[in-house]
């Protein structure tokens, strides 16, 4: 059993006609994920696992810049219950070396209270590791993404003025190389956590209308294991 928690920031990079250029950002607690994992097959140096989690909705969607509400990519959480389920192999090719792939899907369950509900995703990633040491291992990564388009509107959100408060348009989908570095510890109190940081950049991007294209991204998560 697996409980995730995370903190997120974000910053974004307008350009308007009329008033020039200008920043938002927004940042706070995100989504609290608790995932369950089933190994159904251990073989050879290879596993395969099934993992099903459920993702309770205390990331804020309420992020305001001079009392109007922000738009949608600038949220932090999804305001909705959410089915998480996915299946994963892992193999070693010796002591040093594994490669593995992942298939997730987020299915959310309800609306919020805002109005809408975000799309569902499915996510399918491959990747090929490294291991250094006992506690620092690399990585090279694949990741596939496909975000439907919301559903409902956030009604205090001027759609016409900005294509991210447009919900027709938040549906994309993204293929990117990502570089990896984990740290797993062994020792003292922090016996069974983990650290990973990822550097990325999208290879393929496709939109469902006008919407911000991504430049790179830095992923970091922090892992409790019981």
């Given at each position: 059993?697996?409980?995730?928690?995370?903190?997120?920031?974000?910053?974004?990079?307008?350009?308007?006609?009329?008033?020039?250029?200008?920043?938002?950002?927004?940042?706070?607690?995100?989504?609290?994920?608790?995932?369950?994992?089933?190994?159904?097959?251990?073989?050879?140096?290879?596993?395969?696992?099934?993992?099903?989690?459920?993702?309770?909705?205390?990331?804020?969607?309420?992020?305001?810049?001079?009392?109007?509400?922000?738009?949608?990519?600038?949220?932090?959480?999804?305001?909705?219950?959410?089915?998480?389920?996915?299946?994963?192999?892992?193999?070693?090719?010796?002591?040093?070396?594994?490669?593995?792939?992942?298939?997730?899907?987020?299915?959310?369950?309800?609306?919020?209270?805002?109005?809408?509900k975000?799309?569902?995703?499915?996510?399918?990633?491959?990747?090929?590791?490294?291991?250094?040491?006992?506690?620092?291992?690399?990585?090279?990564?694949?990741?596939?993404?496909?975000?439907?388009?919301?559903?409902?509107?956030?009604?205090?959100?001027?759609?016409?003025?900005?294509?991210?408060?447009?919900?027709?348009?938040?549906?994309?989908?993204t293929l990117?190389?990502?570089?990896?570095?984990?740290?797993?510890?062994?020792?003292?109190?922090l016996?069974?956590?983990?650290?990973?940081?990822?550097?990325?950049?999208?290879?393929?991007?496709?939109?469902?209308?006008?919407?911000?294209?991504?430049?790179?991204?830095?992923?970091?998560?922090?892992?409790?294991?019981?």
């Amino acid at each position: 059993t697996m409980i995730m928690g995370s903190f997120i920031q974000k910053d974004m990079d307008n350009v308007n006609r009329i008033t020039g250029d200008f920043k938002r950002n927004s940042e706070e607690v995100g989504e609290t994920k608790v995932n369950a994992l089933y190994q159904f097959y251990n073989k050879n140096s290879s596993k395969a696992q099934v993992n099903l989690g459920v993702s309770l909705p205390t990331g804020d969607i309420n992020q305001k810049y001079n009392d109007n509400r922000l738009a949608y990519p600038m949220q932090i959480g999804s305001g909705s219950y959410e089915l998480l389920p996915g299946i994963s192999y892992h193999s070693y090719i010796n002591k040093s070396y594994s490669y593995g792939g992942q298939i997730n899907s987020i299915f959310r369950l309800d609306g919020n209270k805002n109005g809408y509900k975000l799309g569902d995703e499915y996510n399918v990633t491959t990747w090929f590791a490294r291991k250094l040491n006992n506690t620092i291992s690399t990585s090279t990564r694949l990741n596939y993404k496909k975000i439907e388009a919301i559903e409902g509107l956030d009604s205090s959100l001027r759609a016409n003025m900005m294509p991210t408060a447009n919900s027709a348009f938040q549906g994309r989908e993204t293929l990117d190389l990502l570089f990896g570095v984990n740290f797993i510890m062994h020792h003292s109190f922090l016996q069974g956590n983990r650290l990973a940081i990822e550097f990325g950049i999208p290879a393929y991007q496709a939109t469902s209308g006008l919407a911000l294209r991504q430049d790179y991204k830095i992923v970091a998560g922090w892992q409790k294991l019981w």
